[in-house]
């Protein structure tokens, strides 16, 4: 079985200001305890459109301040260390970026997590979904805005159980452990 783990926009823009998570630097903690475990490993970045068409001009408007700085844009600096593949998006789903698509066409199963859970995490895992993939939600090794848009998140994807299993760092830890024992 090919999994990957995904690691959704991990950027400095969500450390603080008005994109903010509740626990970024939980999530980083945990993402790193998973990595060692991974066979394959892709990283996204939210750039915004260039040219940007419909409601995404309406965003750039909003929220482009933001990317002025251009830091913001940046993985944090102990994840960028070890991104050896990063693909940019400029949607909420990875799967917008043709080359995330690439990369991960033929898996199995994504292991998926990052910034931000009720937004581009969740479009991800709804995409993956669609397009036949099993998915793994890493909770604790996600952030969303606060502890009540988290919660709802992972409601929606109990929902989807057939599709989708919620489990911690630890528990996909063990599990990788036994795999590995297997091989």
Not at 47 to 56: E, L
Not at 136 to 160: F, H, P, W
Request: aromatic letters at 8%; one cysteine or more; a negative charge.
């Amino acid at each position: 079985m090919r999994e990957i783990l995904v690691v959704v926009d991990m950027q400095r823009a969500y450390e603080d200001g008005p994109w903010k998570v509740l626990d970024m630097r939980g999530a980083e903690t945990n993402i790193l305890r998973l990595i060692p475990w991974a066979d394959e490993v892709i990283f996204t970045r939210h750039v915004p459109f260039a040219h940007p068409q419909g409601t995404w001009k309406t965003y750039n408007a909003k929220w482009g301040y933001v990317e002025q700085d251009p830091r913001n844009g940046e993985l944090v600096p102990c994840l960028a260390e070890i991104a050896r593949t990063c693909v940019e998006k400029s949607t909420y789903s990875a799967f917008g970026s043709q080359a995330f698509c690439k990369l991960v066409q033929g898996a199995d199963r994504l292991i998926v997590t990052g910034i931000q859970t009720e937004c581009c995490v969740l479009a991800t895992i709804l995409d993956a979904v669609d397009a036949g993939m099993e998915v793994m939600y890493v909770r604790d090794a996600c952030s969303g805005k606060n502890a009540g848009l988290e919660q709802a998140t992972e409601e929606i994807l109990k929902r989807l159980s057939i599709h989708v299993t919620c489990v911690d760092t630890q528990e996909w830890i063990e599990d990788q452990k036994i795999k590995q024992a297997v091989r």
